[in-house]
């Protein structure tokens, strides 16, 4: 019976590359020269540090384009409310989204019950998984998920006939 997976899964490598690519450009650029404009990748998480709010904004501003150069969604980013930090800089934490959250699978099983396609869909952890008896069934369901409007980026893996 052929299936598939729904994941949301990040490279973290292109991550840090895209990250490392905001810090030689920090480094490098005229308007942050002699300030505290910093940026770094944790586990799950980015955090950016900037002498005021625009300091800040320009960062992540340039994160989010070396993301999208780098073929990341920038939609895999949650931003936190910028905080005060020492030294009167500004500190934003930005959380790195994996995996479905059970709200949005809940959503996505929903979604395919009310279409009354015969395929089965079920949670399993931080993904859904999708099966039927016929591909067309399958792809019809991938098409539908596409469409729908959710927080993070989705991906077909695991397509087994």
């Given at each position: 019976m052929?299936?598939?997976d729904i994941v949301s899964e990040t490279d973290m490598q292109e991550?840090?590359?895209a990250v490392n690519q905001v810090i030689k450009e920090i480094t490098t650029r005229y308007d942050f020269k002699d300030s505290k404009a910093s940026i770094a990748l944790a586990e799950q998480s980015i955090t950016v540090v900037g002498d005021d709010i625009n300091k800040l904004n320009t960062v992540t501003e340039i994160l989010r384009a070396k993301?999208?150069?780098?073929?990341l969604e920038p939609s895999c980013l949650?931003?936190?409310?910028?905080?005060d930090a020492?030294?009167?800089?500004k500190r934003q934490e930005i959380v790195?989204?994996?995996?479905v959250s059970s709200d949005l699978a809940k959503n996505i099983v929903k979604a395919i019950k009310q279409e009354k396609m015969k395929v089965q869909a079920s949670i399993q952890g931080d993904q859904v998984r999708v099966s039927g008896k016929k591909r067309d069934d399958l792809q019809a369901v991938m098409a539908l998920v596409r469409g729908m409007d959710t927080d993070r980026p989705l991906?077909?893996?695991?397509?087994?006939d």
């Open positions: 052929p299936s598939f991550m840090s590359n993301l999208v150069r780098r073929k949650e931003y936190d409310d910028p905080e020492s030294g009167g800089c790195i989204k994996q995996g991906f077909f893996t695991n397509f087994r």
